[in-house]
């Protein structure tokens, strides 16, 4: 072999060319594997059946009604599952999806190891635009020290230009609620451009309900939500409390799971 036939196969290996996408109908689950990148059918999943999860009917209600709301076409969000070890939370995921897969065949799970969290934009590119309903699914998710991991995750979930595609939500599980080490939460927020604007406002609780159920009421007139003003503040405030966040992403999110509800599509 020539030194330039050498140099070729090098910059091959080093920048492969995309991988085909696989044929979606040979299974209902897949694992991504990069390097070289692909996406591998799942013949049997080990799942069990979603009637034998026990003590989790409110997360399991929860995930449910999400996944059928996603699986239809519908807005919905994405999910974080944490909790003790052996609670049941990668089960409860591989369970709903077998449930609802029985009904909707094209919703697919797309399962990604979290150490191959920085290919995660090549595996989205194979997905993107597909008539199939993905769910990408990362178990044991969380983030140490110097793990630049959690970047890669967080541009697919904030969005770049192109964003997540419509036809893909993320489903994690976590034995943490808070995926970052405290001292990596506070080391981002005294890098950021301004450290101020890391800090949340002292404004009173008050305040901030009425400021997100006017985002809110905003949202819905534009996409023809229909609901009342007390159901909405009621129901925001729930959401809010019950995600311990008050931010404008938490209310998109309680936006996007009420526009499911309601069975509206956005635009």
């Given at each position: 072999?020539?030194?330039?036939?050498?140099?070729a196969?090098?910059?091959?290996?080093?920048?492969?060319?995309?991988?085909?996408?696989?044929?979606?109908?040979?299974?209902?689950?897949?694992?991504?594997?990069?390097?070289?990148?692909?996406?591998?059918?799942?013949?049997?999943?080990?799942?069990?059946?979603?009637?034998?999860?026990?003590?989790?009917?409110?997360?399991?209600?929860?995930?449910?009604?999400?996944?059928?709301?996603?699986?239809?076409?519908?807005?919905?969000?994405?999910?974080?599952?944490?909790?003790?070890?052996?609670m049941?939370?990668?089960?409860?995921?591989?369970?709903?999806?077998?449930?609802?897969?029985?009904?909707?065949?094209?919703?697919?799970?797309?399962?990604?190891?979290?150490?191959?969290?920085?290919?995660?934009?090549?595996?989205?590119?194979?997905?993107?635009?597909?008539?199939?309903?993905?769910?990408?699914?990362?178990?044991?998710?969380?983030?140490?020290?110097?793990?630049?991991h959690?970047?890669?995750?967080?541009?697919?979930?904030?969005?770049?230009?192109?964003?997540?595609?419509?036809?893909?939500?993320?489903?994690?599980?976590?034995n943490?609620?808070?995926?970052?080490?405290?001292d990596?939460?506070?080391?981002?927020?005294?890098?950021?451009?301004?450290?101020?604007?890391?800090?949340?406002?002292?404004?009173?609780l008050?305040?901030?309900?009425?400021?997100?159920?006017?985002?809110?009421?905003?949202?819905?007139?534009?996409?023809?939500?229909?609901?009342?003003?007390?159901t909405l503040?009621?129901?925001?405030?729930?959401?809010?409390?019950?995600?311990?966040?008050?931010?404008?992403?938490?209310?998109?999110?309680?936006?996007?799971?009420?526009?499911?509800?309601?069975?509206?599509?956005?635009?």
């Amino acid at each position: 072999m020539t030194d330039l036939a050498r140099i070729a196969a090098a910059l091959e290996r080093m920048n492969p060319a995309p991988a085909p996408a696989p044929d979606f109908d040979a299974a209902s689950a897949f694992v991504w594997h990069p390097d070289p990148d692909r996406l591998v059918p799942v013949e049997h999943v080990n799942r069990l059946d979603v009637s034998l999860l026990v003590g989790i009917d409110r997360a399991r209600d929860t995930l449910l009604v999400n996944t059928v709301q996603f699986a239809e076409g519908l807005p919905a969000n994405n999910a974080l599952l944490w909790g003790a070890r052996g609670m049941g939370k990668s089960s409860l995921v591989k369970a709903v999806h077998g449930k609802v897969n029985a009904d909707y065949p094209n919703l697919k799970v797309v399962e990604v190891q979290r150490e191959d969290l920085p290919s995660i934009g090549r595996c989205l590119n194979l997905l993107r635009g597909r008539p199939e309903r993905f769910i990408m699914y990362c178990d044991d998710l969380s983030f140490g020290n110097d793990d630049a991991h959690y970047k890669s995750l967080k541009a697919v979930l904030d969005g770049g230009i192109e964003g997540r595609p419509d036809n893909v939500v993320l489903y994690a599980t976590s034995n943490r609620r808070h995926l970052m080490p405290r001292d990596m939460i506070e080391n981002e927020q005294a890098t950021a451009i301004s450290a101020g604007e890391a800090v949340e406002e002292k404004v009173s609780l008050s305040d901030h309900i009425s400021q997100r159920a006017s985002v809110i009421r905003g949202y819905c007139d534009a996409h023809g939500v229909p609901i009342d003003d007390e159901t909405l503040r009621a129901e925001a405030i729930e959401w809010q409390m019950t995600r311990g966040s008050r931010s404008g992403r938490v209310a998109w999110q309680y936006f996007t799971d009420l526009a499911g509800r309601k069975g509206v599509k956005l635009s």
